[in-house]
C-alpha cells in the first residue's frame, strides 16, 4: 500500500511530484521553484536481507551573503531505518516501534535539540 499523493506534516502540505518503484518525491506546492521544501520516501532492500527505509525533510532557500551571487541553501533533516528482517529476531516490531517512540521523546525535549544543535554528544 502506497502514501496518499498529499501528505501534510504539521501545516506543510507535500504534494507528489515523482513516483519510482521504491521512491518518491513530495514538494509543497506554496513553495517557489527556486526554494523548494521536499519530502523524499525511500526503500531499499539488500542482497543480505537488511531492510533500509528513509524519510528526508529538505528545505532549501536562495541566499546572497555577498549580493552578487544567488546561491541555494538546503537544510535536510534524515530519518533512516535499518533492520533485517530474515535475521532471527522475533521482536522487530516491538523494537522499531520503541525505538520510534523514544526518538520522538528525544526530538520533543528542547533541551535535546539544542545539544544536538550545538553539537554536542
Known sequence: MSF??????????YSLQAQRTNSS???????????PNLLTISHENAKNGRRSSVVILDDTVVISPDG????PDTIRL???LQFNPLGG??????VINALI???????????FVTK?????S
Do not use: C, G, Y
Open 4 to 13: 496518499s499523493p498529499d501528505i501534510t506534516l504539521d501545516t506543510q502540505v
Open 25 to 35: 518525491i513530495r514538494s509543497d506546492a506554496s513553495q517557489p521553484l527556486s526554494e
Open 68 to 71: 552578487l551571487n544567488p546561491t
Open 78 to 80: 534524515m530519518l533512516k
Open 89 to 94: 529476531r522475533t521482536d522487530n516490531e516491538a
Open 101 to 111: 517512540t523514544q526518538l520522538s521523546a528525544f526530538m520533543a525535549d528542547s533541551t
Open 116 to 120: 544536538l544543535l550545538n553539537q554536542e
